[in-house]
């Protein structure tokens, strides 16, 4: 049936939203999107994760004629898409190195078939030509590439392959194009449209706000007793990730939070892929895992329930920390991304940044992305308007940061900073932050004493600030480029250009107050959906009839319902049939399949 033009698509988009996809209306930019593929229009959409990218790209693939080709980085994150659009009763399939050759030729029967809406293939397979010659004979609905800004050499999820996806608009120049990536920043715009050739897409920006999230960024004292002061505090019993930089310290980090009574597993690529599947597995359809995981636990985890993001690690740039923070709260409910940052992260990254393999250019790149990470650690004001203005939005203070909340006092260090570097100069260049407060403060260790240190004329003129206070001018000092560290004469603080005018003098340096030992910002809050006692017995029950058709169908436990969907039953306590279809996540399919025995579970 062809389509009556732009509005008419729209009215049938809407349609099949409510009931293919049971939500009762679309978000932010979703439907512009969709009614300008429709029409055949090419499209980049830059939006948060968890904005809704997905239904950009599968309304137009049901409402136009042929089937859309996915194409998807990350095999799990097909598997789960597909088993999710099951659900939904659409026709969708996918194609990638985990099927064996029996289970890819019936898929691709399938499709030559036009027996499918969707395909995801992995981009390595999608320009083999044999993939090609079939994609000639089929009718072709769309090509959604997602996670687009794999096409970026200097983005932090370059992969090849993508490369070669403008070969896609060459061969197939009639189908319609939509790329879909949660990296705004204009360069990686500019690389995707440029490398995919996308010149003539309509680009749809979304905010890039998340609400919902509340961001705090301490000073890393005790990182470990910190974040186990942040769970309990905050977060017991709450499905939530810890980042850590280095698999070792995953698997230390995850091991102490378990003895702490905490359900914690590690995550990291030096386990072996069936540890690592079963714990993923266990995150998905358990309540109340915290995963402690390296960044290659990521892509591909779709739990809208992650009550809290946490860094023990500095990350490399804002788009890394935007990318793993926004993995908490994509339920929209209230949710926490904290993360624990000091001197020894700034080292730790400027050295890997230093060491590295890549060019010049690459490293200059990298420089300023980290420096861009460290303005926000370092600001006094709203983190938000930080994060915001580096995607190129502007807005006002959040309310709903640490810098907002208590906002942080600064002082003038001028004085400080002049014995900080006067300390660096005086004994060489050749020492770590942990000598030379030792060296200010007067501490006559054997270190000190070896050196002759103690007989320096800065030896003791910084004893008016204790450890944490020269830590964080040591810090700062650094993120703000008056010393850096020299990774020849391991981490040793050296000065810069930009120290000469503060040593004589010439310029001030304001700086942040430690906080205050007090325990703030993070207050307890009440769980996620307030119920009263009664319901709550109805929501376990709920959840519990869940995991039996989670385990029965071998799926899991979110693509049956989301937990605020049950959450909306339990409340709401609907019952006829009618009245439950009109919940959000319940569309006609579902409702099918599930409606009578949730009503059942209702009246009993
Ligand atoms: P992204 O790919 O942008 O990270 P998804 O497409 O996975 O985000 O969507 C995130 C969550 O938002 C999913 O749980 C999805 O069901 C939900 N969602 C998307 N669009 C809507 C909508 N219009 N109304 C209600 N929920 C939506
Ligand atoms: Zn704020």
Redesign the pocket.
């Known amino acids: 049936m062809a389509m009556q033009g732009p509005s008419a698509a729209a009215g049938g988009a809407l349609e099949l939203?409510r009931g293919t996809f049971g939500?009762p209306?679309?978000?932010g930019p979703?439907e512009a999107i969709v009614s300008h593929l429709v029409s055949g229009g090419d499209a980049l959409v830059l939006?948060p994760?968890?904005?809704?990218?997905?239904?950009c790209y599968q309304l137009p693939a049901l409402l136009r004629p042929g089937t859309a080709l996915v194409v998807s980085p990350l095999i799990a994150l097909m598997r789960d898409q597909v088993t999710a659009l099951e659900q939904l009763g659409v026709r969708a399939a996918f194609l990638n190195s985990s099927l064996d050759g029996r289970a890819a030729a019936a898929v691709e029967r399938s499709f030559a078939a036009g027996g499918l809406d969707l395909l995801y293939v992995a981009p390595e397979r999608l320009v083999m030509p044999r993939m090609l010659s079939l994609l000639e004979e089929a009718e072709l609905a769309l090509f959604a590439i997602d996670e687009a800004h794999c096409v970026s050499q200097w983005g932090h999820d370059f992969r090849p392959e993508y490369l070669q996806l403008s070969i896609l608009h060459e061969r197939f120049p009639q189908v319609p194009r939509i790329a879909l990536t949660?990296t705004a920043d204009p360069q990686t715009r500019a690389e995707i449209i440029a490398r995919l050739a996308l010149d003539e897409a309509r680009v749809f920006v979304s905010s890039f706000d998340r609400p919902n999230i509340r961001y705090t960024i301490v000073d890393k004292a005790e990182p470990r007793a910190q974040l186990l002061a942040f769970i309990r505090g905050a977060h017991y019993g709450h499905t939530g990730i810890v980042y850590c930089l280095s698999r070792r310290k995953v698997d230390e980090t995850a091991a102490f939070l378990a003895a702490q009574g905490i359900k914690a597993l590690p995550y990291h690529a030096g386990l072996d892929a069936e540890t690592r599947s079963a714990h993923q597995a266990r995150f998905q359809d358990e309540e109340g895992i915290v995963m402690v995981a390296t960044i290659a636990f990521g892509m591909g985890i779709?739990k809208?329930e992650v009550r809290f993001v946490a860094h023990l690690d500095l990350p490399k740039s804002i788009e890394g920390y935007y990318q793993e923070t926004g993995r908490a709260g994509?339920d929209g409910e209230p949710a926490d991304a904290w993360m624990s940052y000091g001197l020894g992260d700034v080292v730790q990254q400027r050295r890997m940044i230093d060491q590295s393999e890549g060019s010049e250019d690459y490293k200059r790149v990298s420089v300023a992305k980290l420096d861009a990470l460290l303005g926000l650690c370092e600001t006094a004001g709203c983190r938000r308007v930080r994060l915001l203005d580096y995607f190129g939005e502007t807005s006002t203070p959040c309310g709903n940061c640490d810098t907002c909340l208590e906002p942080p006092e600064t002082w003038d260090a001028g004085e400080a900073a002049r014995k900080a570097l006067s300390t660096v100069y005086r004994t060489g260049q050749r020492f770590g932050a942990v000598h030379l407060i030792d060296v200010l403060r007067g501490k006559a260790t054997d270190r000190v004493k070896s050196w002759n240190h103690d007989q320096l004329s800065v030896f003791g003129i910084g004893a008016d600030l204790d450890d944490s206070e020269w830590r964080s001018v040591f810090r700062q000092l650094t993120a703000l480029g008056f010393l850096r560290p020299d990774h020849e004469a391991y981490g040793a603080l050296t000065l810069t250009e930009a120290s000469r005018p503060v040593l004589k003098g010439e310029t001030g340096v304001e700086l942040r107050r430690v906080a205050q030992k007090k325990r703030s910002g993070t207050k307890r809050r009440g769980p996620a959906t307030d119920l009263p006692a009664a319901d709550a017995a109805l929501l376990d029950a709920l959840k519990a009839w869940r995991g039996g058709e989670a385990r029965s169908q071998g799926v899991p436990a979110y693509v049956i319902f989301?937990d605020r969907t049950l959450a909306a039953i339990a409340a709401l306590r609907p019952d006829t049939l009618e009245a439950l279809g009109t919940l959000?996540g319940i569309g006609q399919k579902k409702l099918e399949r599930y409606g009578e025995a949730i009503l059942g579970l209702l009246a009993g």
């Open positions: 939203l939500h209306a679309f978000r979703q939006m994760t968890g904005g809704g990218k997905s239904l949660a779709d809208a994509r989301h959000d």
